[in-house]
């Protein structure tokens, strides 16, 4: 079983970076796609960006591309969403999951496990 916590949210202003962390534990990452989604209060949660179980395939939505990076430190359990550029509308609660596979996959319903969030508040 594992447990994913996901931190580094908070208030920024428009154009402003934050880097999120999500840390796994009670079992290795090492051998899943990793995931991060979004969900705003009145919106369903969309798919942010993935990567694979080595690190070396990514997939971003066409709304983040250029602005926002996913990584993973497997000897560290831990992947990383860094953001660059955000704007109002990038507001959400922010998760991390892990995918039944080991490739990236866009869909939600193939993700098994999820973080409790973190909230991302951009200004304008």
């Known amino acids: 079983q594992v447990t994913l916590v996901e931190s580094g949210g908070g208030l920024v202003q428009a154009g402003g970076s934050l880097r999120l962390s999500c840390a796994g534990s009670g079992r290795a990452l090492e051998t899943k796609a990793m995931g991060w989604f979004r969900q705003a209060p009145g919106k369903e949660r969309e798919f942010v960006a993935t990567i694979n179980f080595q690190g070396a395939d990514t997939s971003y939505a066409p709304f983040v591309q250029g602005r926002f990076t996913i990584s993973r430190d497997n000897a560290k359990n831990t992947v990383y969403l860094q953001m660059n550029s955000l704007k109002p509308e990038d507001t959400a609660v922010y998760y991390c999951?892990?995918?039944?596979?080991?490739?990236?996959?866009?869909?939600?319903?193939?993700?098994?496990?999820w973080g409790q969030g973190t909230q991302v508040t951009v200004s304008s």
């Open positions: 999951a892990t995918s039944l596979w080991l490739s990236p996959t866009l869909s939600f319903l193939e993700y098994d496990r």
